[in-house]
């Protein structure tokens, strides 16, 4: 396997794919706007041979492929949309819209499943049927639901589906493969408190919000300390505290903005009845009124056994032991990917983007970030050897 896709012939193929993720870097869009690249994307698609299925979800587009008497259905996902964040990598490709960028590197992505597309229609040799799923609004939008809502896999039913990210600060086209919990849950909470505003020389008139405020983030820190098992993982984040406008006014309101993530669907209920009960208690103390707007986000992200173990194999035979990493670490960000895997066994492969010291170790969401180009070859490749593997014989 290694010797049919590896080689500098294959390398030569992969500049194109270059210039399109460049050119998709340099023209970003946000979720459900990705008119322009998904447009891109049915053209190319079109243009090797699949059948192109457009508007699902919004922006989302599918690409579907079948060769032989196989049954077996494979799904293979990319997301396309960029964040709103003003670019500052300085390179040629930067974004030409001002306050957006892919900062997330879903460029690199969209382009990873368009090289393997070509590869898989030209050379791949299987049984069965490939859905390439390439998906709108994955940063925050909820993306995969919009899709999944809109008939996705009733209408390109798969018995596995794949997604990969790129992951800085690990070595560059290290691959790393996790069975089980591999990413956390995401859920978001704003507090409102309801007090009495005053003159600041006079606080004993007040009910004041601002002290309810100091106090709940405070305590909130104790939620994980105290009521989460030591060997679980849990993240309560107080990013937002907005109040008041003078230094001698007590507002009559404060505002708490709160990111809660779990690893564990049990511990994900456990916080958010902890903090509820938290803050009603502690405002409470305070004599202000707590108003909790609770609201769901993306689930924990479960890699399923079976398609874990073919895509490690799989990864292994193409680029062997010191580029495969099978053990790797949870992570405690959140992928829209984890509500197609309650759907679709599967499994969510992280790759390296650049190690400590490189320019591919800038933190994703950051204005310096930069997708690594030579990802896009070993990322084919993978999508190349796990759709001949998946789908190797026929299956009826």
Not at 219 to 245: F, I, Y
Request: proline content about 5%; charged content about 20%.
């Amino acid at each position: 396997m290694r010797a049919a896709y590896l080689g500098d012939a294959l390398a030569a193929r992969m500049g194109q794919f270059v210039s399109i993720r460049r050119d998709i870097h340099a023209h970003p869009e946000l979720g459900f706007a990705e008119h322009r690249t998904a447009a891109l994307v049915a053209g190319k698609l079109a243009d090797w041979g699949y059948e192109v299925f457009t508007g699902i979800g919004g922006t989302g587009v599918v690409g579907r492929l079948s060769r032989g008497q196989g049954g077996k259905r494979l799904g293979l996902r990319a997301d396309m949309d960029a964040l709103p964040i003003a670019e500052a990598s300085g390179r040629p490709w930067s974004s030409r819209q001002p306050g957006l960028m892919h900062a997330c590197g879903h460029d690199g992505h969209t382009a990873i499943l368009l090289a393997a597309a070509r590869l898989i229609a030209e050379d791949a040799q299987f049984h069965g049927t490939v859905h390439l799923i390439f998906q709108p609004a994955e940063e925050g939008g909820g993306g995969a639901l919009r899709m999944m809502a809109d008939g996705l896999f009733d209408r390109f039913a798969c018995d596995a589906v794949f997604a990969l990210h790129n992951m800085p600060g690990l070595e560059a086209g290290h691959f790393y493969f996790r069975q089980g919990p591999s990413m956390a849950s995401s859920d978001y909470a704003s507090i409102t408190l309801h007090g009495v505003g005053g003159h600041g020389a006079m606080p004993q008139t007040t009910a004041d919000p601002v002290v309810a405020a100091a106090a709940i983030v405070m305590a909130l820190q104790t939620v994980v300390s105290r009521n989460v098992d030591p060997l679980q993982t849990a993240v309560v984040t107080v990013g937002a505290l907005q109040a008041g406008q003078a230094n001698n006014v007590i507002p009559a309101q404060a505002q708490l903005e709160m990111s809660v993530r779990a690893l564990d669907p049990q511990v994900r209920v456990l916080l958010r009845q902890r903090i509820r009960e938290l803050v009603e208690a502690q405002a409470a103390s305070f004599k202000v009124r707590a108003e909790i707007d609770w609201r769901d986000g993306y689930a924990v992200l479960v890699n399923a056994a079976e398609p874990t173990r073919l895509a490690t194999q799989v990864a292994l035979d193409l680029f062997g032991d010191e580029r495969v990493h099978t053990d790797a670490r949870p992570l405690t960000a959140s992928e829209d990917f984890a509500f197609m895997l309650e759907q679709v066994p599967g499994c969510y492969v992280l790759v390296g983007n650049g190690g400590p010291g490189t320019a591919g170790a800038c933190m994703v969401h950051n204005p310096g970030y930069d997708f690594n180009d030579d990802l896009i070859e070993p990322g084919a490749c993978l999508w190349l050897g796990l759709a001949e593997q998946f789908l190797a014989t026929p299956d009826h």
